[in-house]
């Protein structure tokens, strides 16, 4: 993971460590499966979920209602998820020399823990949806307007590549193409703006 994570809060009082603890025994479970459902390793997962909580305790103080306390620790994992990804797309960029199979593995592994939303903790999962809608929708209208009519006729018009062609007076291969590189100009971006960064 590479990164100089926070240190533990430590409770001051009794009652402070024992309502850390219940909070920790309540939630840990869900927020390590948000981190594994995202394609982390067991000991990714695990450190942080640990960041997560140390978050937490460290800003318990600053909530005004322990009614929200759900919403508020998994707001929390998916802020450190989204820096998670940042850091691994600034630590990319930043490398002198990443073997070409590498760097694609890497990659690919890093825009599907970016782009899937499978098994999300409910709380989460409509802040998630919404945020992925407006990527995808910002991302499409990004694409070249070839390129992009190509794909919304195929994927959300359900339309067959010589319908696509005969529609737009291309040849089957230009509309391949076409969709092809759509998909992956428009995974990418949305990628990058689930990770905070720039389309």
């Known amino acids: ?10 409770p001051k009082t009794a009652t402070e460590a024992a309502e ?4 920790f025994d309540a939630y840990h479970g869900r927020v390590y499966g948000f981190f594994k459902s995202r394609r982390f390793s067991d000991d990714e997962a695990l450190e942080l979920t640990q960041e997560t909580f140390v978050r937490v305790f460290q800003n318990m103080g600053k909530l005004r209602s322990k009614t929200s306390l759900d919403s508020w620790i998994l707001r929390i994992a998916a802020n450190i998820w989204k820096n998670e990804i940042r850091y691994r797309h600034a630590g990319k960029r930043d490398a ?19 782009l899937e939303m499978k098994d999300v903790p409910s709380p989460l999962d409509e802040v998630l949806a919404s945020e992925r809608a407006i990527a995808v929708k910002r991302c499409l209208e990004a694409l070249p307007p070839r390129m992009r009519r190509c794909l919304v006729l195929h994927v959300f018009q359900d339309r067959k590549y010589q319908e696509i062609a005969d529609l737009l007076q291309l040849s089957i291969q230009s509309v391949k193409s076409h ?21």
């Open 1 to 10: 993971m590479g990164k100089q994570r926070n240190k533990q809060a430590q």
């Open 20 to 23: 850390q603890r219940e909070v």
């Open 96 to 114: 002198q020399e990443v073997s070409l199979e590498g760097a694609g593995a890497e990659a690919d592994a890093i825009e599907r823990a970016a």
């Open 179 to 199: 969709i092809h590189q759509a998909r992956q100009h428009l995974e990418a971006c949305v990628a990058r703006r689930l990770a905070g960064g720039a389309p």
